[in-house]
């Protein structure tokens, strides 16, 4: 199994959120797994301008001047994917905005189709229910299947966080051994209902991503879920 983990946090490895996420992956379930964890500090990410290039083309024009073309690497080779972003004035962390702006076109793609994802969010008090809101839908929208989450604040209990990456182990278990453990949110029907109709009939990128994929021929997210998680079981 390969682990990708990005975490928001200029604090890096002293962060709360690495500690608890290295704990987790230190664990006897994934001694052979290969796990790579990258925190904020460790990167160069340029702000997206805005110039629609790689909804145009699949292509974005700052990938080859930045951190940005490795970190789409991880996360497409990633089996399982962490997403992690301290509360700052209840949302994401720049940082995290900012990559995510970098692959808002892969929404329109699906590109972490059947990715399993877990996300999670470290505060002193309040606004953690707005960044993980933000990050589920996020990643929904991207095509991944979020497992569960992990919200830690001054007040959480080892025990709670034990207890948390439990029931996130467990789910990820039961992922990796039958299809039929895999669900899928309205939000992600509707968004694949919605381009599919848009694109369809539309020049470009998009179709053309759309037509090579085989996307075209199914009509809801989940029937083109199961088909790629069968074609490339």
């Known amino acids: 199994m ?3 983990g990005i975490i928001g946090s200029m604090n890096g490895i002293n ?22 964890i990258i925190t904020a500090d460790q990167l160069n990410i340029k702000y997206c301008r805005g110039c629609c290039t790689c ?8 990938d080859s001047t930045d951190d940005m073309e490795s ?7 990633a089996d399982l994917i962490i997403v992690s972003s301290p509360v700052y004035m209840h949302q994401v962390s720049g ?18 189709i059947g990715k399993r994802i877990v996300v999670c969010t470290s505060t ?3 606004g953690s229910e707005y960044v993980i809101s933000y990050l589920k839908k996020v990643m929904s929208a991207l095509g991944g299947i979020v497992l569960g989450e992990i919200i830690v604040d001054d007040m959480t ?16 278990s039961q992922s990796s051994v039958s ?24 020049e470009g990128y998009e179709h053309d991503y759309w037509l090579e994929n085989n996307m075209f021929d199914y009509f809801t997210f989940k029937e083109y879920l199961l088909y790629r998680l069968n074609l490339y079981k």
């Open 15 to 36: 962060s709360r959120e690495y500690q608890i996420i290295a704990k987790y992956f230190s664990a006897e379930k994934y001694k052979n797994a290969d796990v790579k």
């Open 71 to 77: 970190i789409k690497k991880y996360l497409l080779e």
């Open 124 to 126: 002193s008090s309040s």
């Open 55 to 62: 909804f145009n083309t699949g292509v974005c024009p700052l």
């Open 95 to 112: 940082f995290m905005k900012n990559v995510l702006d970098r692959i808002a076109y892969w929404t329109h793609t699906f590109h972490l």
């Open 157 to 172: 209990t080892i025990e709670e966080i034990e207890e948390k990456c439990k029931y996130i182990n467990n789910m990820v």
């Open 2 to 4: 390969k682990v990708f």
């Open 179 to 202: 299809l039929a453990n895999i669900s899928v949110s309205t939000f992600q029907h509707t968004l694949y209902k919605g381009l599919r109709s848009n694109l369809i009939e539309k």
